[in-house]
């Protein structure tokens, strides 16, 4: 007997999705240096590397939000509603992700 494979199995785009996850974190990134860099002087009581904790976790949010735009990829290639109400939701998983990464990478330095 030999093994069928499962015709509903799609096969993971390694490089699509490296492409999804690197823009994710790319704009995640953009932003929060733009945000840092237009916040003026650090409290000193931070420490010398506090702006280390937001480079890390907001690109980290930014690209699972691009993971998560490569998972719902095959609902978005049924068309019609399905992809209009797909890419909505996945810019509104973006931005919430992104907010939350904010708010945690800056806890407790600018939002104390």
């Avoid at 993971?12 to 490296?18: E, H, I, K, R, Y």
């Avoid at 929060?32 to 931070?46: M, S």
């Avoid at 939000?65 to 719902?72: C, D, E, L, R, S």
């Avoid at 068309?79 to 407790?108: C, D, P, Q, T």
Wanted: with cysteine.
């Amino acid at each position: 007997m030999t093994h069928q494979p499962d015709p509903t199995i799609q096969p993971v785009n390694q490089s699509v999705l490296t492409k999804r996850i690197l823009l994710g974190a790319g704009i995640a990134l953009t932003l929060i240096i733009a945000f840092l860099l237009a916040a003026g002087e650090p409290d000193p009581a931070w420490g010398k590397s506090w702006m280390l904790k937001p480079l890390l976790i907001v690109p980290f949010a930014g690209a699972c939000g691009g993971i998560f735009f490569h998972i719902t990829d095959t609902i978005r290639q049924r068309g019609g509603w399905r992809k209009i109400a797909v890419n909505i939701l996945s810019a509104i998983v973006y931005i919430v992700g992104l907010w939350m990464g904010f708010v945690l990478g800056l806890n407790g330095t600018m939002w104390n």
